[in-house]
């Protein structure tokens, strides 16, 4: 039996007290303001879930785009409300199929993408003028973005209707993830480069995701999650004021995207405490005057960390209360994770569990019945103010850095986030931190749960469609305009348009990417 008398703390350290009463000077109208409204603690838009639930948008993509496109149509006719890709490594990574550093990896994580055929392929039958879709791509996102405007021309829909958001999360690559291709800076350009196109070119897309996700999967606190994430979407508002963009032109189409962990209530605070950050940085720090600037809208993904491959259907209960949270404070659109992801890809089974899952929250639970419902919860607005002073001390380091590129760059980063994954560690080796099924809770009895397996003909495919591929296009017109692309890289110019005309010519992703790394080179980080 636990002594209710020993001391409880959230992942960032924040002593939790026995019973909590009225907080002292405690301001509601500036610490809440309305929904809708600065500071945004209560959510971005004023009426919230009572119009229509957040956007049900299941992460999937695997093997071929064929095999994808199943997969999307499938989940799509079980009321899933947006499409999420995922792509393999190779193509996170800025090489072709046939390239000898994607042997053994074509297909594997996500789908493989080499060429517009393939984008073709992925969205067949799919009407991309009223489908919102999301791509987890960074290094290579300008190069599937563009991929995807030209498939969504073919379709005859017209660039104000081209929905969806690009992740172009790039600095969360160098401290938590590691599918960068191009040094910190020059990624910087493309980043800021797909803000300018975007606002000139696609109106209604997200140009950039700015993803605490990854940072919390590799270990770091809710209090980190937050503030390395603000670290890095103030770096990339500041490069763009700095190429002459106006902040309140790009601004209103950031958004960002969180981790959805396992502390119910830190949870809930962290999205309110982030919303809250934001929202007064970008007005006070980055001199933004349009309301829509300060505005935190995001998307949530339950915490693929917390999986366990003991007791299994165990996941789809944490998933359930990780959803529960984000929904709660305020997200716009959600991911469920299946329960058999700790041991493979998700069947079409588990990935409907997940999507029900959502779709019970949103029409039985009563939660959209009324904004922000937990406000005012002497425990959970204590624990919003203190979070956000915590994730604000952490913030003043990083500036102190000299801001998030060159906190990057020193290591500061990834050695907090390596800090925290390692005190974590240790604390579930010891047994203060409970894990059901792993280190309490424990029985003998296996699962048997079916999991999803990629065929290696699949990658013996896709090297041949490659090859059918680059036999049918015009190689001097391809040639040609990659010599566009590298005129562009060396000058000033926004490299989205040559860019946009390789590919619509039949260049591939790893031959413009590999364009781009004869210029700016590829990243190796210090040992």
Same mark, same amino acid.
């Given at each position: 039996?636990?002594?209710?008398?020993?001391?409880?703390?959230?992942?960032?350290?924040?002593?939790?007290?026995?019973?909590?009463?009225?907080?002292?000077?405690?301001?509601?109208?500036?610490?809440?303001?309305?929904?809708?409204?600065?500071?945004?603690?209560?959510?971005?838009?004023?009426?919230?879930?009572?119009?229509?639930?957040?956007?049900?948008?299941?992460?999937?993509?695997?093997?071929?785009?064929?095999?994808?496109?199943?997969?999307?149509?499938?989940?799509?006719?079980?009321?899933?409300?947006?499409?999420?890709?995922?792509?393999?490594?190779?193509?996170?990574?800025?090489?072709?199929?046939?390239?000898?550093m994607a042997a053994g990896e074509v297909g594997k994580v996500g789908v493989a993408v080499d060429?517009?055929?393939?984008?073709?392929?992925?969205?067949?039958?799919?009407?991309?003028?009223?489908?919102?879709?999301?791509?987890?791509?960074? @290094? %290579? *996102? +300008?190069?599937?973005?563009? =991929?995807?405007?030209?498939?969504?021309?073919?379709?005859?829909? $017209? #660039?104000? &209707?081209?929905?969806?958001?690009?992740?172009?999360?790039?600095?969360?690559?160098?401290?938590?993830?590691?599918?960068?291709?191009?040094?910190?800076?020059?990624?910087?350009?493309?980043?800021?480069?797909?803000?300018?196109?975007?606002?000139?070119?696609?109106?209604?897309?997200?140009?950039?995701?700015?993803?605490?996700?990854?940072?919390?999967?590799?270990? @770091? %606190? *809710? +209090?980190?999650?937050?503030? =390395?994430?603000?670290?890095?979407?103030?770096?990339?508002?500041? $490069? #763009?004021? &700095?190429?002459?963009?106006?902040?309140?032109?790009?601004?209103?189409?950031?958004?960002?995207?969180?981790?959805?962990?396992?502390?119910?209530?830190?949870?809930?605070?962290?999205?309110?405490?982030?919303?809250?950050?934001?929202?007064?940085?970008?007005?006070?720090?980055?001199?933004?005057?349009?309301?829509?600037?300060?505005?935190?809208?995001?998307?949530?993904? %339950? *915490?693929?960390?917390?999986?366990?491959?003991?007791?299994?259907?165990?996941?789809?209960?944490?998933? $359930?209360?990780?959803?529960?949270?984000?929904?709660?404070?305020?997200?716009?659109?959600?991911?469920?994770?299946?329960?058999?992801?700790?041991?493979?890809?998700?069947?079409?089974?588990?990935?409907?569990?997940?999507?029900?899952?959502?779709?019970?929250?949103?029409?039985?639970?009563?939660?959209?019945?009324?904004?922000?419902?937990?406000?005012?919860?002497?425990?959970?607005?204590?624990?919003?103010?203190?979070?956000?002073?915590?994730?604000?001390?952490?913030?003043?380091?990083?500036?102190? $850095?000299?801001?998030?590129?060159?906190?990057?760059?020193?290591?500061?980063?990834?050695r907090m986030i390596e800090d925290s994954a390692y005190r974590e560690a240790r604390r579930v080796?010891?047994?203060?931190?409970?894990?059901?099924?792993?280190?309490?809770?424990?029985?003998?009895?296996?699962?048997?749960?079916?999991?999803?397996?990629?065929?290696?003909?699949?990658?013996?495919?896709?090297?041949?469609?490659?090859?059918?591929?680059?036999?049918?296009?015009?190689?001097?017109?391809?040639?040609?305009?990659?010599?566009?692309?590298?005129?562009?890289?060396?000058?000033?110019?926004?490299?989205?348009?040559?860019?946009?005309?390789?590919?619509?010519?039949?260049?591939?992703?790893?031959?413009?990417?590999?364009?781009?790394?004869?210029?700016?080179?590829?990243?190796?980080?210090?040992?």
């Amino acid at each position: 039996m636990a002594d209710p008398s020993s001391s409880r703390s959230t992942s960032s350290g924040i002593e939790i007290d026995t019973v909590y009463g009225p907080l002292e000077g405690w301001d509601p109208d500036a610490a809440l303001g309305e929904p809708g409204r600065y500071p945004f603690t209560r959510g971005p838009y004023p009426s919230m879930y009572r119009g229509r639930p957040w956007t049900m948008r299941q992460y999937a993509g695997f093997g071929t785009a064929d095999q994808t496109n199943e997969r999307f149509r499938s989940l799509l006719d079980a009321g899933q409300t947006g499409l999420s890709v995922a792509f393999d490594l190779p193509t996170q990574m800025g090489y072709d199929s046939d390239h000898p550093m994607a042997a053994g990896e074509v297909g594997k994580v996500g789908v493989a993408v080499d060429s517009v055929d393939d984008v073709r392929r992925l969205f067949s039958g799919i009407p991309l003028g009223t489908v919102s879709t999301s791509m987890t791509i960074n @290094s %290579t *996102a +300008a190069i599937l973005l563009l =991929l995807y405007q030209i498939v969504a021309e073919e379709q005859g829909v $017209a #660039a104000r &209707d081209i929905k969806g958001t690009v992740q172009n999360d790039i600095l969360k690559e160098y401290a938590a993830r590691g599918t960068y291709v191009y040094p910190p800076r020059p990624s910087m350009r493309l980043v800021t480069d797909l803000f300018a196109y975007c606002r000139n070119e696609l109106p209604a897309w997200n140009t950039i995701s700015i993803s605490g996700y990854h940072i919390r999967e590799a270990g @770091s %606190t *809710a +209090a980190q999650e937050v503030a =390395l994430t603000i670290a890095n979407g103030l770096a990339y508002v500041q $490069a #763009a004021i &700095d190429a002459g963009l106006d902040v309140d032109d790009f601004a209103p189409r950031l958004s960002f995207f969180w981790n959805g962990h396992s502390h119910f209530f830190e949870e809930i605070a962290k999205y309110r405490a982030a919303r809250r950050m934001w929202a007064r940085l970008m007005r006070t720090r980055m001199g933004a005057q349009n309301p829509d600037s300060w505005r935190m809208r995001f998307h949530t993904q %339950t *915490a693929g960390s917390t999986l366990t491959a003991q007791q299994p259907e165990s996941n789809i209960v944490r998933t $359930a209360l990780q959803a529960l949270a984000a929904v709660l404070g305020g997200t716009q659109s959600l991911h469920t994770n299946a329960y058999d992801e700790a041991l493979g890809l998700p069947t079409d089974h588990s990935a409907r569990i997940a999507l029900r899952t959502q779709q019970i929250i949103a029409f039985e639970s009563g939660v959209t019945d009324t904004v922000d419902p937990l406000a005012g919860s002497y425990f959970l607005e204590s624990l919003t103010d203190r979070l956000e002073e915590a994730a604000g001390r952490i913030l003043e380091e990083i500036d102190t $850095a000299g801001g998030a590129v060159a906190a990057v760059e020193a290591g500061l980063v990834q050695r907090m986030i390596e800090d925290s994954a390692y005190r974590e560690a240790r604390r579930v080796e010891a047994g203060t931190s409970i894990v059901v099924g792993v280190n309490r809770f424990v029985d003998g009895g296996g699962v048997d749960v079916p999991i999803t397996t990629v065929d290696p003909a699949v990658e013996r495919d896709q090297v041949r469609r490659l090859d059918d591929h680059r036999r049918g296009r015009d190689t001097a017109s391809v040639s040609a305009s990659l010599e566009e692309v590298e005129r562009a890289a060396r000058g000033e110019g926004n490299l989205l348009y040559p860019m946009k005309s390789a590919l619509g010519r039949g260049a591939t992703l790893g031959e413009v990417s590999e364009v781009l790394a004869g210029v700016f080179g590829r990243y190796r980080p210090a040992r």
